[in-house]
C-alpha cells in the first residue's frame, strides 16, 4: 500500500516579534507532524506559544514587526517562501482558520452570507450569486436556524452561538485541507460549548479534513483529539496519543496540568496547583524553562536546553528525568 505523506510538516519553528524596547521569543524551535484526517489538541497556560504557532502556519504576522524562522510545509508547500499571491490562495482554500472571537473576525458593517459569498467567488472563480448559494449550503451544514434568513443578518444580530457556526461555515467554504482552531469555544457558554465541539468532531469526520485545536481544556482534548502536543515557554515539551498521555503524562509540565484540572478527578480530591508563573519569554530561564517551577528540578536541568527524548514510540517529552520513567510507563 502507498505511504500517505503528512499534510503538515513543522521543523524547528521559532517567532520572534521585535519593537524597539525589547524582542519577544514566543516560539522555540517547535517541530511536530500531522497526518491527513488527524485531529490535534495544542494544551498549554496563556502565553505558552499555542496560537502563535498556529498564526505562524499562515503567516498571519506582520513581517516588518515579526520573525519567522524554521520550515512550515502544508500540503507540499512550503509556507514561509511563499509570494504574497500564493499565500493568499493557500489561505482559505488550503488551510483555514476558526477565531476564538468572531464577532472581532467579521466586518461589522457586512451581512455575514456576505462575507462568505465574497471569500467563495475570490477563490473558485465563481459569481457572488453562487457564493451566497454555496453560503446557504455551509448554513445547513453547521446547523444554522433559518439559515436563508441569517444570511442577510449583520454579525451584531446573531448569538454568540450562531456568530461561531457562522464563522465555522466561513471556514469551510473552499473545503480546506487543514482547520486551525484557536480556542472556538471560549466565549460561548457551557451548553453551546458542547454543540459547536460535536459540530466540529462531525464535520471533520464527514469532511475529511485534518484539525489544530488550540485548547486550555483538558476535557475538550480528551473528547476530540487524536494527539496532544503540550506547550510550556514557546516549545512542545511532551506529544502523544490523548488516552496515553493522560493516563500517564511523562513531563511535569502535563503531569501538573493534569492534576490542577476538576476532569476525570475524584469529587472529594483535593486539585493541586502549579507553583509560580510562567517565565518572561523577553528573558527566558537557562536550561528547562519550567525548572523554576518544577519539584523535580535539579542543577543540571538548567545546563542546558533539554533534549527529546522517545522513550516509547509514538511519545515524545523535552525532560531529563524522562528516561527513569520509561519503566513506570511500561
Known sequence: MPVTEPLVEVE???????????????????????????????????????????????????????????????????????????????????????????????????????????????????????????????????????????????????SGGLRQRAMIALALSCDPKLLLADEPTTALDATVQIQVLILLRRLQKELGMSVIFVTHDLGVAAEIADRVAVMYAGRVVETGPVRDLMRNPLHPYTAGLLASTVHDQPRDRELETIPGAPPDMRNLPPGCSFAPRCSLSAADCTAGTPPAIVPVPGRLARCIRVPGQIAEYA
Open 12 to 158: 524547528d519553528l521559532s517567532v520572534t516579534f521585535v519593537s524597539r524596547e525589547s524582542e519577544v521569543r514566543a516560539v522555540n524551535g517547535v517541530n511536530f507532524t500531522m497526518m491527513p484526517g488527524e485531529v490535534m489538541c495544542m494544551l498549554g497556560e496563556s502565553g505558552s506559544g499555542k496560537s502563535v504557532t498556529m498564526r505562524a502556519l499562515m503567516r498571519l504576522f506582520p513581517p516588518k514587526r515579526s520573525v519567522i524562522s524554521g520550515r512550515v510545509r502544508v500540503a507540499g508547500q512550503d509556507v514561509l517562501s511563499l509570494s504574497d499571491s500564493a499565500l493568499r490562495r493557500l489561505r482559505g482554500a488550503t488551510v483555514s482558520m476558526i477565531f476564538q472571537e468572531p464577532m472581532t473576525a467579521f466586518d461589522p458593517v457586512v451581512r455575514v452570507g456576505d462575507q462568505i459569498a465574497e471569500v467563495v467567488a475570490l477563490h473558485r472563480g465563481v459569481s457572488h450569486r453562487e457564493g451566497r448559494k454555496r453560503a446557504l449550503d455551509l448554513f445547513d451544514l453547521v446547523r444554522i436556524p433559518s439559515a436563508a434568513r441569517r444570511l442577510d443578518a449583520y454579525p451584531h444580530e446573531l
